[in-house]
């Protein structure tokens, strides 16, 4: 019995337990993996780039819902007259006047025009730039702009052989271009500024009874509206 109460006051080695071992390894975040701040800031900035660019599509979208014409707006040129078309000494004297008549076939949608400018084109060189009053176009309305272009332009090379050419045919090539600013308008809301350019090509004839002058009137022409 006191053999065994010795043994009990004793001191006493239990089996060896090795510490426990701690894996995590220095500069590792549990938070963003191994990036650490960078990571995190990264991953931020992409949130915040999808974020702002599903907003915008979602902007987009409800700007197309709102402000699409339900018809496309038309542009036609008629009553188009070269009352003077004639090279003196390399230099183009001419005189075109025409109507451009805008019709805009919405019932519920107005239009600012806010700028517009019409050019006249012959063989890709300016005639002339005239501008033309501002205004608003109410629903399924239409518009007559009446322009005239009336000057002198040089020729040289390549553009006196295509006037040539277009003298003995009869019927000359004008391109009329209209740069535009435009604001649609649904009830009180407006749309931002849109930029389109409208291109007229245009066929003359000519009338030879005028001594061979340029003297004629074109069909009505359809204009293309371009965004």
């Given at each position: 019995?006191?053999?065994?109460?010795?043994?009990?006051?004793?001191?006493?080695?239990?089996?060896?337990?090795?510490?426990?071992?701690?894996?995590?390894?220095?500069?590792?975040?549990?938070?963003?993996?191994?990036?650490?701040?960078?990571?995190?800031?990264?991953?931020?900035?992409?949130?915040?780039?999808?974020?702002?660019?599903l907003?915008?599509?979602?902007?987009?979208?409800i700007?197309?819902?709102?402000?699409?014409?339900?018809?496309?707006?038309?542009?036609?040129?008629?009553d188009?007259?070269?009352?003077?078309?004639?090279?003196?000494?390399?230099?183009?004297?001419?005189?075109?006047?025409?109507?451009?008549?805008?019709?805009?076939?919405?019932?519920?949608?107005?239009?600012?025009?806010?700028?517009?400018?019409?050019?006249?084109?012959?063989?890709?060189?300016?005639?002339?730039?005239?501008?033309?009053?501002?205004?608003?176009?109410?629903?399924?309305?239409?518009?007559v702009?009446?322009?005239?272009?009336?000057?002198?332009?040089?020729?040289?090379?390549?553009?006196?052989?295509?006037?040539?050419?277009?003298?003995?045919s009869?019927?000359?090539?004008?391109?009329?271009?209209?740069?535009?600013?435009?604001?649609?308008?649904?009830?009180?809301?407006?749309?931002?500024?849109?930029?389109?350019?409208?291109?007229?090509?245009?066929?003359?004839?000519?009338?030879?009874?005028?001594?061979?002058?340029?003297?004629?009137?074109?069909?009505?022409?359809?204009?293309?509206?371009?965004?």
């Amino acid at each position: 019995m006191a053999d065994k109460q010795a043994h009990l006051n004793g001191a006493y080695y239990g089996p060896n337990i090795p510490p426990k071992t701690d894996y995590h390894r220095p500069g590792r975040r549990s938070g963003c993996g191994g990036g650490g701040c960078f990571c995190c800031l990264l991953k931020l900035i992409l949130k915040i780039v999808v974020t702002i660019v599903l907003i915008l599509g979602l902007a987009a979208l409800i700007f197309w819902l709102i402000f699409r014409p339900i018809n496309e707006i038309k542009f036609h040129a008629n009553d188009v007259s070269l009352t003077q078309f004639d090279l003196t000494n390399q230099s183009l004297n001419y005189k075109l006047a025409l109507n451009i008549a805008i019709r805009n076939p919405n019932k519920k949608i107005g239009v600012y025009y806010d700028r517009i400018e019409a050019r006249a084109y012959y063989e890709d060189q300016r005639l002339k730039s005239v501008p033309i009053t501002p205004f608003y176009q109410g629903h399924k309305n239409t518009t007559v702009l009446n322009v005239v272009f009336e000057g002198q332009q040089p020729l040289f090379g390549e553009g006196i052989q295509d006037f040539t050419k277009e003298k003995t045919s009869g019927i000359y090539s004008i391109d009329v271009k209209l740069y535009l600013r435009i604001r649609f308008k649904l009830g009180k809301v407006k749309s931002p500024r849109l930029k389109p350019r409208i291109d007229c090509e245009l066929k003359v004839p000519v009338n030879s009874s005028n001594g061979g002058g340029a003297s004629g009137a074109a069909d009505t022409t359809k204009c293309h509206f371009d965004l």
